[in-house]
C-alpha cells in the first residue's frame, strides 16, 4: 500500500486514500488519518482507518529491511 520513503513523508493528521476493500460494490476509497508516530518506534505510523465515513479501525505499518509490514486491528 505504502512504501517506507511515503510513511516517513507522513506527519500526524495526514491523510492517505487507497484502493476500496470492495472494489465490486464501490468504488469509494478508504481513507487513513495519520494518527500517531510512536517514539520508540520510529518507522512504526498508526492510521485510523475509515470507509464510507464509518472508522473500522487502526492500522499499524511498519518499515523493515523487507519493505512495509501492516498490522490490522
Known amino acids: 500500500m505504502l512504501t517506507g520513503e ?4 507522513l506527519k500526524i493528521g495526514d491523510l492517505v486514500e487507497v484502493d476500496p ?3 465490486a460494490l464501490s468504488n469509494e476509497n478508504v481513507v ?3 494518527a500517531e ?5 520510529g ?7 475509515t470507509y464510507f465515513g464509518i472508522t473500522i479501525g487502526r492500522w ?6 523487507g519493505g512495509v509490514s501492516w498490522k490490522f486491528g
Do not use: H, Y
Not at 43 to 49: G, R
Open 37 to 41: 508516530r510512536p517514539g520508540s518506534i
Open 21 to 23: 476493500i470492495f472494489p
Open 6 to 9: 511515503e510513511l516517513d513523508s
Open 60 to 65: 499499524e505499518a511498519t518499515k523493515n529491511a
Open 43 to 49: 518507522d512504526t505510523v498508526v492510521f485510523v482507518v
Open 32 to 34: 487513513m488519518r495519520t
